[in-house]
């Protein structure tokens, strides 16, 4: 079983998965909002959540 943990902002209204982006510069491997540029590190509005979610493929 492996757990996934999906990152969700929601300074739209509408939750919105973030994507990981990687900066090459401080090797940072961080999900972030394409809208308003939070993550879960950085996130001064407390619209980022996460949810896990298990998988059982394996
Ligand atoms: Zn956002």
New binding site residues.
Partial sequence: MTVFRKWY?N?SGVE?ELVPVTMIEDETDEPT?P??G?TPSSDPRH?VRYRDQESWDD
């Fill in positions: 902002c300074c919105k909002c809208k308003c939070a619209t």
